[in-house]
């Protein structure tokens, strides 16, 4: 596509329920990103693919959070018995040879 | 995570006055990238820098690579009304895009008082 695309745009879940958040790159772009950003911060980085490698998953903040990516495109992050620190704007980003492109991210809120 | 250590954390200016701000880190990065995010957006890149020392403009925007590779600043000269958002720097220890994480700053938000 044009863009990066990510759904749903906002997300409110019960605590304790899983949510699922999808990131659809920009076609062609082999490398794709997921950051947090939480109310006021910068951006944490969570995970990095390499096409359905995911080389550097340092940043997931628990056992809870997962990711995959499939056919090189779309990716989903995954988010286990979410607790209400879970509350945050969740961006992808895709990349190819010069710099990356930001979905416009998924709001979620964990009541 | 690591978060680099931007300043001011906010600014408060008139329509055409110039603005400057700052981001350090205590570790060297290779390329340093500044970003822009309005409300409800994903950050939007505005100028990448790829060498120590490098002054780079892109229109009223004008962004230094520090000699030290361990800061970098960027200046708006005559603020206009969208000029209004959080700024970002990000770095990264390679030059090539797509092999490996960005590490973001902590954000400088510029407001412009009526």
């Known amino acids: 596509g044009a863009g990066v695309s990510q759904s749903p745009s906002n997300k409110v879940t019960e605590k304790g329920k899983d949510v699922e958040l999808r990131c659809d790159p920009i076609?062609?772009?082999?490398?794709l990103y997921w950051y947090r950003q939480s109310l006021g911060q910068g951006l944490e980085f969570l995970i990095y693919?390499?096409?359905?490698?995911?080389?550097?998953k340092s940043g997931l903040p628990s056992d809870r959070f997962s990711a995959e990516r499939t056919g090189g495109s779309v990716s989903t992050l995954t988010i286990q018995r979410t607790q209400q620190e879970d509350s945050a704007v969740y961006l992808c980003?895709?990349?190819?040879?010069?710099?990356?492109?930001f979905g416009s991210g998924t709001r979620l809120t964990v009541v | 995570g690591q978060q680099l250590n931007q300043s001011p954390q906010s600014m408060f200016i008139q329509e055409g006055e110039d603005v400057s701000m700052n981001c350090t880190s205590s570790?060297?990065?290779?390329?340093w990238l500044w970003y822009k995010q309005d409300p409800g957006e994903g950050p939007v890149l505005l100028i990448a820098?790829?060498?120590?020392?490098e002054l780079t403009s892109n229109g009223r925007l004008t962004a230094q690579f520090g000699i030290t590779r361990k800061d970098s600043f960027l200046n708006i000269s005559a603020s206009i009304p969208s000029d209004v958002g959080i700024y970002f720097c990000?770095?990264?220890?390679?030059?090539?895009?797509?092999?490996?994480?960005?590490?973001f700053g902590t954000g400088t938000r510029l407001t412009i008082i009526p």
């Open positions: 980003a895709s990349s190819a040879n010069y710099g990356y492109t």
């Open positions: 076609s062609g772009h082999t490398a």
């Open positions: 693919f390499q096409g359905n490698s995911a080389p550097d």
């Open positions: 990000a770095g990264q220890l390679t030059i090539n895009f797509g092999n490996e994480k960005l590490t």
């Open positions: 570790s060297i990065f290779n390329t």
């Open positions: 820098l790829y060498k120590a020392g």
